[in-house]
């Protein structure tokens, strides 16, 4: 009599399975996932996000709009202080009020919010599109074209970027800053990551998988778009994460110096500036501004470090 034995054929386990193969991506977010500074920094950056999206929604529930003058808010006796304690605070304005015009502090901390975010993430696109292509043309292609943009790049990298800003800005109309910042930023941020782009790019050249992938016929396109540019997608992830809040801090200092967002749009370092003087008998108002400032640009900078560690990480597993 003959036994046939029967050999169970186990299914490859599903992705995210226990056993599955994990990518790179979802061990990097099962580290961010475990990480308690992560966690606070990406929840107050989304805190901001949503105030910055909901700003209309924001003045439209408490009546107060950014630029809106409330008059009976302020103590004309008292030199154009709030009224009330707390630089204004009260249950018609959750943050308080501006000095001599009472415009309310909450409305205009949420829509600069929302110019600080739009300027910097454009700044950001911007770089980071001229960063890579310059820096993958510099690269690839050697020769006078590395020679011309590496010396393009030496050039601007050799300025005092914010004294250049600062001059060129003065010297622009007045209409349409925002436009004119993201540029701006944009001129001078883009040779750093280009350095690195273009340092990676000659590395990966020598690499096997690209010898071997030009040996097998592949064409430039192929080879910029298939091995190439897929093995900088974690260098620019962190680069760009950590070039998001410099930008929204460059953004505040020009404000703060006049030369970037003007009034009446609302500008996180416009309200700081203008509440140095009245920091002694309102300090609140030179408080609430700042602590967002800082709060922002912090939490964008720790999840960037941890985005990079995290990368690391997975680069290294």
Known sequence: MTTAFVHDVQPAPPVGAPGAPTTAGRRIMGVLLHDRGALFSAGFIALMLL???CAPLITALTGHGPTAFDTAAIDVDAGGLPKGDFGGISTDHLLGVEPLNGRDVLARIAYGARVSFLIAASATVLTTLLGVVLGMVAGFYGGWVDQVVSRVMDFLMAFPA???MIAILSSLPAGNRSFLLVAVISVFGWPYLARVVRGQTLTLLNRDFVEAARASGASRRDLVFKEILPNLRSSLIVMTTLAVPGYIGTEAGLSFLGVGVGPPTPSWGQMIASSVSWYAVDPLYFAVPGLFLFLTVLSLTV????IRAA?????AA
């Open 303 to 306: 999840l960037g470090d941890r």
């Open 51 to 53: 105030m910055a999206i």
């Open 311 to 315: 990368t690391d990480a997975g680069e």
């Open 162 to 164: 914010l004294i250049f």
